[in-house]
């Protein structure tokens, strides 16, 4: 079995940051790509930033130049650092891994989720 869980979630007020981490565990083969999103109350969940095995990034464009994402492939982790919060990030922020388990095939696993506020 494999768990993701985040950390770092908090208020911050516009113009702060915030680093959010993620930490994944369990019978992991290999991590092929981690990634975070977010939802918003009444919104769909959206791609905030990913980052594959390989090192490519991918950006939301409402987000690019103020989040960074980053991946400790020896520890298995993945951070999300997020510079000149606006109200408008405020949701829950979900992280999400591709993983290939010690035994079967890949499969997408989500964390419980951690709470991003930003105030005016």
């Known amino acids: 079995q494999v768990q993701l869980v985040e950390s770092g979630g908090g208020l911050v007020q516009a113009g702060g940051s915030l680093r959010l981490s993620c930490a994944a565990s369990g019978s992991i083969f290999s991590i092929n790509a981690m990634g975070w999103y977010r939802q918003a109350p009444g919104k769909q969940r959206e791609l905030v930033a990913a980052i594959t095995s390989g090192g490519s990034t991918a950006y939301a464009d409402s987000v690019k130049g103020r989040v960074t994402i980053s991946r400790d492939k020896a520890k298995n982790t993945v951070s999300l650092q997020m510079n000149s919060l606006k109200p408008e990030d405020t949701a829950v922020y979900y992280c999400?891994?591709?993983?290939?388990?010690?035994?079967?095939?890949?499969?997408?696993?989500w964390g419980q989720g951690t709470q991003v506020t930003v105030s005016s």
């Open positions: 999400h891994a591709k993983v290939r388990p010690r035994v079967g095939y890949e499969n997408d696993y």
